[in-house]
């Protein structure tokens, strides 16, 4: 091949700019994750007394998901599912226990890759704030597990707590402030015990928009994962009182009031269009917890169960500039965020790792559904439930407490979601064609899954 003419070279060298300024520079990460919060506890999902407006900004902006399901049914397998994009069996994260506690001795393998390990390798800054519930041991903890810097609780806020302390003290209205030992910690270091738990909201907040200025020139993955509304309830002086909808409804409007002042330390900065940010919850609502439980709205039971109630969260996608605003009843959930983030950074897919989600950006940002995807419904390591497009087979249920043992199905519970999100009239003499085609669904997914070591033994 002749050498090229001097002349062509500056050409080309514009050329090669145009397509380097082409590609996007990788998008800020900000989940958004809440605890015990049902699927009717904000404005733009129905609740009649819970003022949500930051919430309901961030939704008329964005994407709201009407469809939108939690990694499982409880805290601990739901959280590693968000963090590695996988089912919790393939972690390990799953048992009869259901949840870890401050005795357990697993958690989060070291092998699994979370989130923050692969963003952290793309060049950035990562932190976690609030609740981590994902093991306190070597290996397990948020440093562990790619995140820089860490401030929140180890695990659940009910848990180590003082002799005397019921389930009823717990859902109480006026929850005793020193009923609870549980630790504040920054980089596994305790700055207070027990934490002052009216203050974690606001103290949480403060902790992200920091973290937020001191990264804004520079990648960052914030993972603000809030310790409310798990009972017990807690809200600052300046919510407390203000609801319609009593206690509850003072920690969701602060939740709100703190998300609100996230995206305004964003827009500020101008990292609006920077940055994606993701609202979700855990699981759905405490039922058993009465008035301090939440809602599920429409939806059929709530935590601890796989009924729609106690896997269908908000999910609300927020990024001005790159995300359409719009309302979308695609089914998404969880597994979905670890690809999307991946895809917004500009990393490749994971070798060696098995992702059970896709990236969400081309439904996000041009409103390319990514068609028909099963989702499996596991509690533990048993499967539940299937939904593929508009339908869901329930192969055993159980309510979230109470129900000592799950009821086994001889032919699958069939509901069609859209007709009947409440799960109140099963229709599966009448379309046994469908449960073929998710039996098929089903029978694929056990056939290439690989269960982890349980960790919640």
């Not at 499982?72 to 599912?81: F, G, T």
């Not at 089912?87 to 401050?102: D, E, K, N, Q, T």
């Not at 002086?237 to 703190?258: C, K, N, Q, T």
Request: hydrophobic fraction near 40%.
């Amino acid at each position: 091949m002749p050498p090229l003419p001097l002349l062509a070279l500056p050409l080309l060298l514009a050329v090669a700019a145009v397509g380097r300024a082409a590609a996007p520079a990788p998008a800020n990460v900000i989940v958004i994750l809440t605890d015990d919060q049902g699927y009717g506890d904000l404005g733009c999902y129905g609740s009649p007394t819970i003022r949500t407006p930051h919430l309901d900004r961030m939704a008329a902006e964005g994407v709201r998901f009407t469809d939108f399901y939690s990694g499982a049914e409880v805290c601990s397998p739901s959280r590693a599912a968000l963090l590695t994009g996988r089912y919790p069996p393939r972690s390990g994260m799953a048992g009869h226990r259901r949840v870890l506690f401050p005795n357990s001795e697993g958690g989060l393998p070291a092998a699994e890759v979370t989130l923050a390990e692969a963003l952290k390798a793309r060049g950035y800054a990562t932190a976690h704030i609030g609740k981590w519930h994902l093991g306190i041991r070597p290996g397990s903890r948020p440093r562990d597990q790619g995140f820089d810097r860490t401030f929140g609780l180890p695990y659940s806020n009910d848990m180590d707590a003082r002799p005397g302390i019921t389930g009823r003290i717990r859902a109480s209205d006026n929850p005793p402030a020193d009923g609870w030992n549980v630790a504040l910690e920054r980089d596994g270091e305790v700055v207070e015990r027990p934490a002052v738990q009216a203050t974690l909201t606001r103290r949480y907040t403060d902790e992200a928009r920091r973290f937020i200025a001191e990264h804004a020139n520079r990648p960052f993955f914030l993972y603000l994962a809030h310790s409310m509304p798990h009972t017990p309830l807690f809200a600052s002086p300046e919510f407390r009182g203000r609801s319609r909808r009593g206690l509850y409804g003072d920690v969701i409007e602060e939740l709100d009031a703190s998300t609100g002042e996230i995206l305004d330390e964003l827009r500020r900065r101008g990292l609006a269009e920077r940055t994606f940010v993701f609202y979700t919850s855990d699981n759905g609502p405490w039922l058993i917890e009465g008035l301090q439980g939440g809602s599920a709205g429409p939806l059929r039971e709530g935590k601890g169960s796989t009924w729609e109630g106690g896997m269908r969260v908000p999910g609300i996608a927020w990024m001005p500039g790159r995300i359409k605003p719009a309302v979308t009843s695609v089914p998404a959930s969880f597994l979905d965020l670890f690809p999307t983030a991946l895809a917004l950074a500009g990393a490749p897919a994971l070798a060696g790792v098995t992702l059970d989600g896709t990236s969400l950006l081309p439904l996000l940002a041009e409103g390319r559904d990514p068609g028909e995807r099963a989702y499996f419904f596991y509690r533990g390591f048993e499967l539940f439930a299937c939904r593929l497009g508009d339908w869901k087979a329930h192969f055993q249920t159980q309510a979230g407490y109470g129900q000592p043992k799950p009821e086994a199905h001889e032919r699958p519970l069939l509901f069609r979601l859209p007709h009947d999100p409440g799960e109140r009239h099963e229709v599966g003499a009448a379309h046994p064609e469908v449960l073929a085609r998710i039996q098929e669904a089903v029978a694929r997914h056990r056939a290439e899954l690989k269960l982890g070591a349980p960790q919640f033994q």
